[in-house]
Nanobody, 115 residues
Framework: QVQPVESGGGLVQAGGSLRLSCATSINIFSMNFMGWYRQAPGKQRELVAAMPRGGSTNYASSVEGRFTISRDNAKKTVYLQMNSLKPEDTGVYYC?????????WGQGTQVTVSS
């Protein structure tokens, strides 16, 4: 299955942690970009964390120091570790993987942070 499949979302209290997973059948070494986006209700989708091939990871300023993007080459999985969660982190989180000029999006996983 080429389309990424996200998992790991849920309901958590403020200050808690979640780890999102993005599984795909694509060999990670074929990817030129891996990233996590989120979309809050009534807002546009925004980039949260990115891992471009050959480049350093980068994060939205709102999550810097709290979120970490990583990957497991053998499992063909990209992760997003989210710590010190805040209510404003609530939204649907999407994984995007790019191979050449083609982008593959997952279906999204809901993250809800209660105050």
């Amino acid at each position: 299955q080429v389309q990424p499949v996200e998992s790991g979302g849920g309901l958590v209290q403020a200050g808690g942690s979640l780890r999102l997973s993005c599984a795909t059948s694509i060999n990670i070494f074929s990817m030129n970009f891996m990233g996590w986006y989120r979309q809050a209700p009534g807002k546009q989708r925004e980039l949260v964390a990115a891992m471009p091939r050959g480049g350093s990871t980068n994060y939205a300023s709102s999550v810097e120091g709290r979120f970490t993007i990583s990957r497991d080459n053998a499992k063909k999985t990209v992760y997003l570790q989210m710590n010190s969660l805040k209510p404003e982190d609530t939204g649907v989180y999407y994984c995007k993987i790019s191979v050449g000029y083609v982008d593959y999006w997952g279906q999204g996983t809901q993250v809800t942070v209660s105050s």
